[in-house]
């Protein structure tokens, strides 16, 4: 199956055996077997989304120690995005993840900046904007699956750096103007 698929996207629902029991009455080392086993077996590009649920996983020290495990264990360019929650289905009782815990996420204490390319994603349509690790020029900007600007040449940012992430030598180039593709591809 996974030499049809160029990109995934894995939720990495929190770090704790206590949260995946209680709330997924699942388990965390099948989940971060299986991050390991996409980097170290596939050619997949793929990306982690970790939704905050206040009082469940939004302790800023489980979210460090997630993303040194990313790092020691996947490397420094796997995407990691975290995501707000809304109350919901089975979870009405919790209140909307605050725009400011979100915001302190990039921004955790002993974390090099070029650990983990992150976003903290408000609403899907604010849209993700990443950044070039070398000139910081704005790189993709979406909205859902919308790519509303695509500053890229091939993978590489104006500058000559290259870009992680699988991308289409064929896809169209969108010239600041908002048009519409579906996307399976990474960095946006």
Not at 132 to 152: G, K, M, Q, V, Y
Request: with cysteine; aromatic share 10%.
């Amino acid at each position: 199956m996974f030499r049809y698929i160029d990109a995934a996207n894995v939720d990495l629902k929190a770090f704790t055996e206590r949260f995946y029991h209680k709330l997924t009455f699942s388990h965390l080392d099948p989940v971060l077997d299986t991050l390991k086993w996409l980097k170290e077996e596939t050619d997949i590009w793929f990306e982690i989304t970790n939704l905050i649920i206040p009082d469940e996983n939004d302790n800023p020290d489980e979210t460090k120690k997630l993303c040194d495990w990313v790092v020691e264990n996947l490397g420094d360019r796997v995407p990691l995005h975290f995501t707000a929650f809304h109350p919901d289905f089975k979870l009405t009782d919790k209140p909307a993840t605050p725009a400011a815990t979100l915001s302190k996420r990039g921004k955790l204490p002993n974390r090099p900046e070029s650990n983990i390319a992150t976003s903290a994603t408000f609403g899907m349509t604010k849209g993700k904007r990443p950044y070039c690790p070398n000139c910081h020029r704005a790189l993709i900007r979406r909205s859902w699956h919308d790519i509303l600007e695509n500053n890229l040449d091939g993978d590489r940012c104006p500058c000559g750096e290259l870009i992680p992430g699988h991308f289409s030598l064929d896809r169209p180039r969108f010239n600041n103007t908002a048009q519409s593709t579906t996307i399976g591809h990474a960095l946006t």
